[in-house]
Nanobody, 125 residues
Framework: QVQLAESGGGLVQAGGSLRLACSVS????????MGWFRQAPGKEREFVAV????????YYSDSVKGRFTISRDNAKKMHYLQMNSLKPEDTAIYYC??????????????????WGQGTQVTVSS
């Protein structure tokens, strides 16, 4: 049984930082891309970042590039999203997800079969 569980969300002031963590079990971790997506109220779920299997390459959305850093610990089966210089528009539910899709599709949420339950991030102005 595959399980993903996020932690680390919360309330922070604009300009602050948060670190999200995602624990993964039930799948061969190094065979999967590890991604982060977010969904704000009234908006569609959007790609944030992904760490390509087994972890040497990372990709970001333009909206978070330079502010967020994704990383993974293959030994612990954990991946992380360090979020710095947070803005009110970063407010959303953040989801971790796992996929074995082709590289060309790793920004597409529908290509991720495994998801965590989500963690709320709220950035106040």
């Amino acid at each position: 049984q595959v399980q993903l569980a996020e932690s680390g969300g919360g309330l922070v002031q604009a300009g602050g930082s948060l670190r999200l963590a995602c624990s993964v079990s039930g799948l061969p971790f190094t065979n999967y891309h590890m991604g982060w997506f977010r969904q704000a109220p009234g908006k569609e779920r959007e790609f944030v970042a992904v760490s390509r299997r087994p972890g040497s390459n990372t990709y970001y959305s333009d909206s978070v590039k330079g502010r967020f850093t994704i990383s993974r610990d293959n030994a612990k089966k954990m991946h992380y999203l360090q979020m710095n210089s947070l803005k009110p528009e970063d407010t959303a539910i953040y989801y971790c997800a796992s996929s074995a899709a082709a590289l060309s599709a790793i920004r597409e949420s529908e290509m991720y079969p495994y998801w965590g339950q989500g963690t709320q991030v709220t950035v106040s102005s």
